[in-house]
């Protein structure tokens, strides 16, 4: 490989919650043994082009006020189009936001009176229940269902009941789907899309795993599908997950109605929060160069190798159910018949885990009251080691 993706980091006192998490949830975690599967954050430093962008910027001594460059938007403009063959993002329909959860709890506010009911799915994004619970709306959830191949798919008669039920007017999506690694199709968002336009929903779409797309899937963007989608969706971009730059904090919003878009800048710039830090802007412009696209594609296969791994050993244990997500480095088996079997709950197994340095996710965190969550994001023999610590829990 071109470049580094092997190389163990020493994360620790370097301001990285992923290691020094003090949650009562790890303490059974020795400090010196964590290996840190709990949270979307990587071990691998970012793109060369990342960092390059960042020094040529800091090498002008000053950091005062500026305004977004062309090359900024013209970065955004050109990834999409080559990722996705969707040309709509432009300097006119792109906006910035301090974090995708920053820009949804702005489009909620814009869309919904706190108490309203929101539609998403389970299991869900422990994000999406911070900002939905912090911000006083009600969750109205439609579980994903399993097909008979095990793939998770949308349920769209019981999308369409809690629809009429609950009198929804605001739907929360997550595409690629977050925990499940569902990467949706083309004719699965086509016919979501039909629901909500036939109830009249407004569409807020974090899609902020779009490029994580593993084994040939590819991202279709929800306001891409048809002309009535781009009129009714708010998406949310980031490069922060691909190109672990999480801490740099930006993103940005696709609007492409006129109104909703106007509505949504009025309202954040009447917050005064929501402005771009500079080295955020050439972060940007480093990850979506040709070499940033690039370092992606190689961090792929090592995603893909961790998550075969992953699932080659549970599904080696009877009574463990994995699906192999098509996006996103997050793996979440099913332990239910497993914890049945031996007569343990899914939240003991989970501090079991933990207690060999092994930290993962009690699924309750995510409305998964059957999974463990697992963030596949570190050097490949950072996951193999995790592998063989688990390994004895599961062959007792």
Known sequence: MTYDFTTVYNRHNMDSISQDVQDDEFKGAEQDRRIPLWVADMGFATAPAVTQHIEKRMKHP???????????????????????GWSGPTRETT???????????????????????????????????????????RMVLSPLKPDSQGTPRMDLNNMERKI???????????????????????????????????YDLTVISDEIWSDLTLYGNRHIPTASVSEDASQRTIAFYAPTKTFNIAGMIGSYSVVLNPKLRKALTELEAKCHYNNMNVLSMHALTGAYSDEGRAWMEELKKVLEFNIDSMCNFFSSIEGVRVFKPEGTYILSPDFRNWCASKG?????????????????????????????????????????????????????
């Open 95 to 137: 906006g910035y936001e301090n974090g995708v959860l920053g820009g949804v709890a702005s489009a909620l506010r814009l869309l919904a009176a706190p108490g309203s009911p929101i539609l998403l799915h389970s299991p869900t994004y422990n994000g999406f229940i911070h900002v939905l619970e912090g911000m006083g709306y």
């Open 62 to 84: 000053i950091y005062g006020y500026y305004l977004p460059s062309d090359e900024y938007y013209d970065a955004i403009t050109k990834w999409h189009e080559q990722s996705y």
């Open 344 to 396: 343990i709950s899914l939240s003991e197994l989970a501090k079991k885990g933990i207690e060999t340095g092994v930290m993962w996710r009690d699924g309750k965190y995510y409305n998964m009251p059957d999974g463990i969550r697992l963030c596949l994001s570190q050097p490949s023999s950072i996951i193999l080691q995790a592998i063989e610590r688990l390994r004895p829990l599961f062959s007792v």
């Open 164 to 198: 009429r039920e609950e009198n929804i007017r605001v739907v929360l999506f997550c595409s690629p789907h977050n925990p499940s690694g569902r990467v949706w199709t083309r004719d699965e968002l086509n016919e979501a899309m039909k629901l909500f336009e036939k």
